[in-house]
T-cell receptor
Framework: DQQVKQNSPSLSVQEGRISILNCDYT??????FLWYKKYPAEGPTFLISISSIKDKNEDGRFTVFLNKSAKHLSLHIVPSQPGDSAVYFC?????????????FGKGTRLHILP | ETGVTQTPRHLVMGMTNKKSLKCEQHLGHNAMYWYKQSAKKPLELMFVYNFKEQTENNSVPSRFSPECPNSSHLFLHLHTLQPEDSALYLC???????????????FGSGTQLSVL
């Protein structure tokens, strides 16, 4: 049973437009959420995170929104650039749990079109 | 360069072979992890080591045997694998317990394993 779901396997967006990647979770105990980006032949790299006490976190072109009541978060990239083409993983964890396990989604492949 | 180095980058092995994957981190972290990434599946946590002690074994078959001789090195010993074990094996480290905002994982580039 997946606790972190990324229902869109892939997404294509025109360069310069906004990319919106979505993620849903089922465990209401999750209190910290992360986005990772992965290029082919490389490991995932941390992109941005958000604590459950916030509903928005912004870092340059990247903004993560959290809707706790809907158990939904999204990553907005604006404007989208060719180098943003990658697989994006949503992840969640329960920091109050000593295990600190980070649970990942399946990923969404983002294609930025010229 | 994330400070986490994995070797080899690619590995092809038969079902009767024994091989080992190696991971080294130069970040001073105290927690190390093995993850498995199969096609169309989430990243699956396999093992967690915290201060060289194994704190998590996520129901991984015994044909995968981890070893953590010190906080900087992590091995995954492979023995009599099956073709369905073919996947990308990722090592990660984190500064777990070293501060309130240090939940980030730092990943290596992975070993692409093919079992024939």
């Amino acid at each position: 049973d997946q606790q972190v779901k990324q229902n869109s396997p892939s997404l294509s967006v025109q360069e310069g437009r906004i990319s919106i990647l979505n993620c849903d979770y089922t465990n209401s105990m999750f209190d910290y959420f992360l986005w990772y980006k992965k290029y082919p032949a490389e490991g995932p790299t941390f992109l941005i995170s958000i604590s459950s006490i916030k509903d928005k976190n912004e870092d340059g072109r990247f903004t993560v929104f959290l809707n706790k009541s809907a158990k939904h978060l999204s990553l907005h990239i604006v404007p989208s650039q060719p180098g943003d083409s990658a697989v994006y993983f949503c992840a969640a964890m329960e920091r109050t749990n000593r295990d600190d396990k980070i649970i990942f989604g399946k990923g969404t492949r983002l294609h930025i079109l010229p | 360069e994330t400070g986490v180095t994995q070797t080899p980058r690619h590995l092809v092995m038969g079902m009767t072979n024994k091989k080992s994957l190696k991971c080294e981190q130069h970040l001073g972290h105290n927690a190390m992890y093995w993850y498995k990434q199969s096609a169309k599946k989430p990243l699956e946590l396999m093992f967690v080591y915290n201060f060289k002690e194994q704190t998590e074994n996520n129901s991984v078959p015994s044909r995968f045997s981890p070893e953590c001789p010190n906080s900087s090195h992590l091995f995954l010993h492979l023995h009599t694998l099956q073709p369905e074990d073919s996947a990308l094996y990722l090592c990660a480290s984190s500064p777990r317990g070293q501060g309130p905002a240090n939940e980030k994982l730092f990943f290596g580039s992975g070993t692409q394993l093919s079992v024939l």
